[in-house]
């Protein structure tokens, strides 16, 4: 019945965001920012621990439909033991990948993170797929205010 | 006589697209309305044959659109019953007619201390011209409560109104609840203190019949986007007792009598409040579209909304897992729900993916997705054109839609 959205709600998308990863509260965190997303009201608190240039750990809480819920999900374990450098070169491959600024998806780049290359084809989503991504932006930038997507 | 759905389909030639392969199946009415084709003829028809500006020329153009408009304005004074065509104020929906009573008739009647009533359920357009002259003048903005069904409740309502209050402004019809609030009795409450109330109407008039005399409400607010009429243009209704001793809100041309550098002096009603040059063409359409809603009859359309409505509730309950947000015993035809942990957002994708259009949101009412701990709600709204063919489709689409998400 939903054939079109296929390429959309993969079966990784259903699973993270019915066991969305690093769901938890992290104490002691060294970097916290809440995203928000004013105009579905999708909201979230993204936590990083981080060991000099290294993110050692990451984490979120938050409320959001599937798309964003397994954006944040997925970003959170790829970007694990990634330098800051990296993560943000990441955010680059993904943010071109979801608008379709790069028609080619660079599989070796965004690994995991492919299964979002679906949201180029509808873009009243690709703020969900991006909010994670604009804040986990800000946490390294070390904005303290919360981030919108408008 | 039975309602001739058939003909008005046919009327409304969007209603004929093809979304995504899949008849186009139109739940999002309380955003916007569709058009008849009668609205679209009539602004081809005046950019085609009559076009000037208004108000203006002397030449044969500008007489013709000057008449259209006016005759526009004459329609739209039956269809709500105002005494006078000089209380229709065309602006450019209900938002600008509330920032524009707030920032005329509040600026020179509200001050330092005074209150102003609104409720639980109202839209932002409702909440923030108010919170702004709050800022302004240090008056306080009060909230009357509702109650977990989206009802407004009466009493706290009737407690807040106090030597205090100075204004009232109060929704209709929730946008976001459906809830059609006792408009008679939330008029007389303050009334009988001299409090002057506003509705806003946006809601409410395209699905019910409104007679602002019998309601006496002092200003009642529209958009004509949701009347099935344009963009770009919508009504401010006002007592023209009110409105003659408001000030202006903009200044420009056609709201002038004289001007020289050192004063200037004012037009008369209505057009001291219509600076500038007006949606002529939207005008003009909105007077078409109260033409077309006058062939059916405005209780003919909300009996038949209501059976959707009543249809929908039913066959929406059956959906396991599916809560209903929003549920006054006085509604209109919204059906506003969510579906557990699967987001309001992805519903609202996977039904267009069927043809289907509704709204996926907080609809301009976060305080109320607040009230009721959710973040949005998925939200279809009936509109005339609509039927019951159309809302099974829409719960055969939730059903699978929830079986995908497993």
């Known amino acids: ?150 | 006589m039975t309602y001739p759905i058939e003909q008005i389909r046919a009327d409304f030639p969007i209603l004929n697209e093809k979304i995504r392969n899949k008849p186009l199946v139109y739940l999002d009415n309380a955003a916007s309305c569709q058009k008849p084709q009668a609205v679209i003829d009539s602004m081809v028809k005046l950019y085609s044959h009559d076009y000037a500006n208004v108000h203006r020329g002397v030449h044969t153009l500008s007489v013709r659109s000057t008449d259209q408009m006016e005759s526009a304005r004459h329609k739209i004074k039956t269809f709500i019953n105002a005494a006078s065509d000089k209380e229709i104020i065309f602006v450019r929906g209900a938002t600008e007619a509330v920032n524009l009573i707030a920032q005329t008739y509040g600026r020179a009647n509200i001050h330092a201390g005074d209150e102003i009533i609104i409720t639980a359920m109202e839209h932002h357009s409702n909440i923030v011209p108010w919170q702004m002259l709050c800022e302004q003048t240090g008056a306080i903005l009060k909230v009357a409560p509702m109650n977990l069904a989206g009802e407004l409740l009466m009493d706290e309502f009737e407690q807040l109104l106090s030597t205090k209050t100075k204004f009232v402004a109060v929704v209709h019809t929730s946008n976001a609840l459906g809830t059609l609030n006792p408009v008679e009795k939330i008029i007389k409450l303050p009334h009988a203190k001299n409090i002057p109330v506003m509705l806003d109407g946006a809601q409410a008039i395209p699905h019910t019949a409104v007679d602002v005399q019998k309601l006496d409400c002092d200003f009642y607010v529209f958009s004509g986007h949701k009347l099935y009429g344009p963009s770009g243009v919508g009504v401010l209704y006002g007592k023209q007792a009110l409105l003659e001793a408001m000030p202006p809100y903009q200044g420009g041309g056609d709201m002038i009598r004289t001007v020289s550098f050192e004063k200037s002096t004012y037009a008369g009603l209505p057009y001291k409040f219509e600076a500038g040059t007006p949606a002529i063409a939207e005008i003009i359409g909105l007077g078409a579209a109260v033409d077309y809603l006058n062939t059916i009859g405005m209780q003919a359309i909300a009996d038949h909304e209501a059976s959707l409505l009543a249809y929908a509730t039913q066959q929406a309950q059956q959906i396991d897992g599916l809560k209903i947000i929003g549920e006054a015993k006085e509604k209109g035809a919204i059906l506003s729900f969510t579906l557990g942990r699967i987001h309001p957002h992805d519903i609202g994708t996977m039904l267009d993916s069927l043809g289907i259009a509704i709204r996926a949101g907080h609809h301009c009412a976060m305080p109320v997705m607040e009230f009721y701990q959710v973040p949005a709600t998925a939200r279809a709204s009936f509109a005339m054109y609509n039927t019951k063919a159309e809302i099974d489709v829409l719960i055969s689409g939730i059903q699978n839609l929830i079986e995908m998400f497993g």
């Open chain 1, 1 to 150: 019945m939903f054939e079109d959205l296929r390429e959309l709600y993969q079966e990784v998308i259903f699973d993270h965001n019915r066991n969305p990863r690093n769901f938890h509260v992290m104490e002691n965190a060294d970097r916290q920012v809440d995203g928000f997303n004013p105009l579905c009201g999708d909201k979230l608190t993204l936590f990083l621990k981080l060991d000099g240039d290294i993110i050692t750990d990451a984490s979120f809480q938050g409320n959001g439909c599937a798309i964003s819920t397994a954006s944040v999900s997925l970003m959170t374990d790829i970007i694990k033991g990634k330098t800051q450098a990296q993560a943000e070169e990441l955010f680059t491959v993904f943010h071109e990948m979801t608008t379709g600024k790069e028609e080619h998806i660079n599989l070796e780049a965004v690994g995991k993170l492919a299964v979002l290359a679906g949201v180029r084809e509808f873009p009243a989503r690709v703020k969900c797929a991006t909010l994670a991504w604009h804040t986990l932006d800000a946490a390294l930038k070390n904005q303290q205010q919360a981030v919108s997507t408008e």
